[in-house]
């Protein structure tokens, strides 16, 4: 049987879990890719108490790992430089290279595949979106007859888990500390609760799907920080809840790129996923829709993607290279975010008093923006009103001019809006 040597650079959570199936599963994992894989070399900078690597050989100078007899380097350092200097490193010296770090493949992929390209190598990344949900294989290989004209989902687990939560009635902050608690969050939340870390995943699926570039020209990017729970009381009263989206969508040859928050059909498939799996809808001209979901990280899940890319290069080793250059055929201009449509959800907060319903629907005809539906709900404290409003459709460039001259009215007193997706 054939063997496949592995470095293995970065002693982690994920490493260590890696090093565990691939111990654990051998007999299987064999099976199912015609070789035997072996752990030749390990970088580490320090040990890991929790897994011991027997008399597997310690690097702790990383980049000592590409010197060693190795067919792949495994990059889980994490990170963006290093990561890139390792993986480029790796690469001259003909070595494939399978890794989980969706950062460096957003911003450097198009210079590592066009160097692998060169040097005849494979850089596989199943991992680096959704762990060990199989959506990259899925894009590039089952779904190559299709043309996708939307990707759309839930792609990070810690702003699912919180906004899950709050639908349930809990409050933000209360929930971002108990997704840290179990681990779910880390202790800088930051480039989860921002939306970053899922602007990464769908930068990444888009270049597969339709070719722009890594890193992708800037896109709109909106965290989650400024949802309210009763956001999720009135869009529940109007069939709806609230979601971070991350969508890749063609439109007439131009290309929509964005995170942010959404409301979404309370009966649809992405809107009844719950707690930290991601989820993404796929709309294909062959076959319709298509729904995957999945844990969207951990040891376990992402040591599957990881073994995935692993058996998928043991099997193929004759096609060499792989990767999104592969479909960059055709590419498509991203739309200006300005430029896009949305219906809008408003939450107005006004003084109880006769005429503000009055002002706040002729100010909106003024802006030639329609009314789908407007509601005044029970009062609040300090006798104000909370007006719950649905917008027509209306150009995103028109959006914040109506958001600032309705704060112009005397009697409203905040106002917070949430786009709508559209199916």
């Not at 994490?78 to 003909?94: C, D, F, S, T, Y």
């Not at 060169?118 to 596989?124: F, H, I, K, P, T």
């Amino acid at each position: 049987m054939e063997e496949l040597k592995l470095g293995i650079c970065g002693w982690g959570n994920v490493a260590t879990g890696l090093f565990n199936a691939l111990e654990k599963n051998a007999d299987m994992i064999a099976i199912n890719a015609g070789a035997q894989f072996t752990v030749g070399v390990i970088g580490a900078r320090r040990d890991n108490p929790r897994c011991d690597p027997g008399n597997t050989p310690i690097e702790r100078n990383i980049f000592n790992v590409i010197k060693h007899d190795i067919d792949v380097v495994i990059e889980l350092i994490g990170g963006v430089e290093v990561a890139r200097e390792l993986i480029i490193e790796a690469i001259k010296n003909k070595k494939h290279v399978v890794t989980a770090n969706k950062a460096v493949i957003y911003n450097h992929g198009d210079e590592i595949f066009k160097l692998a390209e060169e040097n005849n190598v494979r850089v596989l990344f199943e991992s680096a979106v959704c762990a060990g949900t199989p959506i990259i294989k899925l894009l590039k290989e089952e779904l190559a007859a299709n043309r996708i004209s939307k990707i759309s989902g839930m792609l990070n687990g810690t702003s699912n888990f919180i906004l899950s939560n709050m639908e349930e009635g809990a409050e933000f902050q209360s929930t971002l500390e108990l997704a840290q608690k179990e681990g779910y969050a880390e202790p800088d939340p930051t480039f989860d609760i921002e939306g970053m870390d899922a602007a990464h995943k769908i930068g990444i699926l888009s270049a597969l799907a339709y070719g722009t570039s890594l890193p992708p020209k800037d896109f709109y990017v909106e965290g989650i920080t400024k949802i309210e729970k009763s956001d999720f009381t009135h869009a529940i009263d109007m069939g709806y809840t609230v979601k971070h989206l991350a969508v890749a969508k063609l439109e007439k040859n131009h290309l929509e790129l964005r995170a942010h928050p959404a409301l979404i059909k309370h009966d649809s498939h992405l809107a009844n996923l719950q707690g930290v799996r991601n989820g993404i809808e796929i709309d294909t001209d062959l076959i319709g829709k298509i729904h995957i979901a999945g844990s969207g990280a951990g040891q376990e899940s992402t040591a599957s993607g990881l073994i995935s890319d692993l058996v998928n290069l043991a099997n193929s080793r004759e096609i060499i290279f792989d990767s999104t250059e592969n479909n960059k055929i055709v590419t498509y201009k991203v739309q200006e975010f300005s430029e896009l449509v949305f219906q809008y959800y408003f939450y107005i907060e006004a003084e109880d008093k006769p005429g503000v319903m009055a002002s706040i629907t002729s100010l909106m005809a003024s802006k030639q923006v329609g009314i789908e539906s407007i509601v005044q709900k029970e009062e609040l404290d300090e006798n104000c009103v909370p007006i719950i409003l649905i917008t027509d459709p209306f150009k995103e460039s028109d959006h914040s001019d109506l958001h600032n001259e309705l704060l112009t009215i005397e009697s409203v007193k905040n106002i917070r809006s949430i786009r709508i997706e559209s199916n």
